[in-house]
């Protein structure tokens, strides 16, 4: 078999995971602390378990519309208008998706044509640049940098966009690096992307778990916005649901019906069981979320001081449940780095590199674990440190 000849050259050519590909290093390995993957330690609430288990026991085990239960689709809209004070139309305005990774490629395929850019800011969460490609696009990223929290600089967003440029995507609060955009941030994205006329695609997963006592604030909610944007979001981070697999794309119908399309020949529809689930999780979830919320909350300052006494500078993040430290004053590459600390310490962080260029001389550090071995990682990332000082 000629592979070569058989394969498609589009797929052959996108890079593995930076995530993944270092994980399967750690696989099977029980004494090695993970600060990797980003998925929440605690297990489904109680009360959203029950709704799933009560859905199977009634034997609610069918096919669902494919724009899914308009159960789910009041319930989502009801939320969004509350928490992201945007209000979208259940009936042809919110798409119920197999997590927030179908509705990216879903809307990128129905937005992009071969050659348009899509702008994204860096350091980036892995697929963004992939789902570009895979829709024969062409990813753009605009770096962000310490100075600016890592949040995006808007004069180097529009230095970026050219006349080929359609998409920008947002992601805040920010995997790998915890950042936020400030309001006055976002206004001038918006103006920006009004005066290119750019569509805009907000990956907001995380919005909820936010740290600095501010409201958050999605650019669909801007003035002259909610017709240029996609509002992406999901339960896996905020409800501990990574496993439910189930997101939801809120936007204008033009675009929801075409993604309509894909989604009725591709998934068809979210698992009822994750619907029901959902729908619990909207109406009855949001104090055991505040519950998880604060715990990040608590472990988050912990961690981001224990890594500035070490010597690995890190920003408070304002939300997420990642860190982003600097490891750059021990004169290794965070690939480097991040090998010896797990061959050396027992403690697998990710390499900053794995999020973009840019993301060198930084780990991503995932603090969703519990706070026992959060203290163990860094009592034994401290060490770490001092060995290589003393190299």
């Known amino acids: 078999m000629d592979w070569n000849r058989i394969l498609s050259k589009q797929v052959v050519e996108l890079p593995k995971s930076g995530i993944r590909e270092f994980f399967d290093l750690v696989t099977g390995s029980k004494d090695i602390i993970s600060l990797g993957v980003g998925e929440p330690d605690f297990v489904t609430p109680w009360n959203i378990r029950e709704a799933a288990i009560s859905s199977l026991e009634k034997g609610r085990t069918t096919y669902t519309s494919n724009y899914g239960l308009e159960s789910l689709r009041r319930a989502i809209a009801t939320y969004v208008e509350d928490f992201f004070h945007v209000s979208y139309s259940p009936v042809n305005e919110i798409l119920p998706t197999v997590g927030v990774s179908e509705a990216i490629d879903l809307a ?32 753009k990223a605009v770096e962000t940098s310490i100075d600016d929290l890592f949040a995006l600089n808007p004069a180097k967003l529009e230095a970026a966009i050219t006349p080929r440029t359609k998409v ?3 992601n805040f609060p920010t995997n790998p ?8 941030t976002l206004e001038a994205i918006a103006k920006i992307c009004i005066k290119h006329d750019l569509f805009v695609l907000t990956d907001e997963i995380y919005s909820e778990l936010r740290y600095d006592g501010e409201e958050h604030t999605s650019i669909a909610s801007l003035p002259g916005m909610k017709e240029r944007t996609l509002l992406l979001h999901g339960f896996s981070k905020a409800f501990a649901m990574t496993g439910f697999r189930l997101g939801y794309a809120c936007g204008p119908s033009e675009l929801i019906d075409q993604m309509m399309k894909i989604h009725s020949y591709t998934m068809i529809c979210p698992t009822i069981t994750s619907q ?22 608590r472990r988050r300052d912990y961690i981001v001081g224990r890594f500035n ?4 500078d890190c920003h408070l ?3 997420a449940f990642y860190t982003f430290p600097s490891i750059k004053r021990f004169g290794l590459s965070s690939k480097d780095f991040a090998m010896r600390l797990l061959k050396e310490a027992k403690v697998a ?15 991503r550090c995932c603090y969703a674990t519990s706070m026992q071995l959060l203290i163990e990682a860094c009592d034994k990332m401290a060490k770490f440190c001092d060995s290589l000082r003393a190299e």
């Open 108 to 139: 990128l395929r129905c937005l992009v044509n071969p050659g348009d850019e899509v702008l994204y800011h860096e350091p980036a969460y892995v697929s963004y640049a992939p789902s570009v490609q895979l829709c024969y696009g062409t990813p």
């Open 168 to 170: 920008l995507m947002l």
């Open 177 to 184: 690096t915890g950042s936020i955009a400030p309001l006055e």
């Open 276 to 297: 029901e689930a959902g729908i619990e999780a909207l109406q009855n979830g949001v104090p055991a979320m505040l519950e998880m919320r604060d715990s990040y909350h």
């Open 309 to 312: 006494e070490m010597g690995m």
């Open 317 to 319: 993040p304002g939300g």
């Open 349 to 363: 962080a990710v390499p900053g590199t794995a999020f973009g260029a840019c993301g060198e001389g930084y780990l």
